[in-house]
């Protein structure tokens, strides 16, 4: 599963934060819920919109923004690792 297929950008949606695919929530939330402790079936149980897909996509894209986060410009202008 490709994440791409169950989060989107919608600048007329949520101010333009990465959502779940046809819903308002936005993927921070779930982010939170599982920085929490909850489980997907627990996150979930409490957003009924969601599927257990959307958290896995949900984790998969934030690994993505994580590592390109982490990278930035060097001086000779190819990308490097913060650290």
Do not use: F, K
């Not at 989107?8 to 939330?29: E, F, K, L, N, W």
Request: hydrophobic share 40%; net charge positive; with cysteine.
């Amino acid at each position: 599963m490709e994440w791409r297929e169950r989060i989107s950008i919608d600048p007329a949606v949520c101010h333009g934060q990465a959502c779940i695919q046809g819903t308002r929530i936005p993927v921070a939330v779930v982010q939170g819920n599982l920085a929490a402790g909850l489980s997907a079936q627990e996150i979930v149980a409490s957003y009924p919109p969601l599927r257990v897909e959307d958290i896995r996509a949900e984790t998969a894209y934030a690994a993505l923004n994580s590592h390109l986060s982490r990278r930035r410009p060097s001086s000779r202008g190819t990308m490097c690792a913060d650290g």
